[in-house]
């Protein structure tokens, strides 16, 4: 394999890995979490250049749908923040009855 095919396959495996992530994320309430990202053993590649050009489009278009994942776990996370907040409240109450409105 020649230096411009391993450049290549490099940053196919690369850019795989992140698809396969956000794959993930985006459909993570019907997918188990039990196993790590393949992203969080990333560290930066080691490829010997820059991304070829015809990857330049597809990564933009990554970057972006990752934005809008991150978007999305942020509100996921506030939104947990506040039922765990209304559990916790209910929990510590005085031992009476607690009913908790999950509609409202």
């Given at each position: 394999m ?58 933009r ?44």
């Amino acid at each position: 394999m020649g230096d411009h095919e391993a450049l290549h396959e490099s940053w196919r495996v690369i850019i795989e890995d992140l698809e396969t992530d956000l794959a993930r994320l985006q459909s993570a309430p019907h997918v188990p979490m039990d196993e790590p990202m393949l992203s969080a053993r990333w560290s930066p590649p080691a490829v010997a250049g820059p991304l070829p050009d015809e990857y330049a489009i597809h990564v933009r278009d990554l970057i972006a749908r990752q934005r809008d994942a991150v978007t999305r776990l942020e509100e996921a996370r506030r939104v947990t923040g506040e039922h765990l907040s209304a559990v916790r409240a209910a929990a510590s109450s005085t031992g009476e009855a607690v009913y908790l409105d999950v509609e409202g």
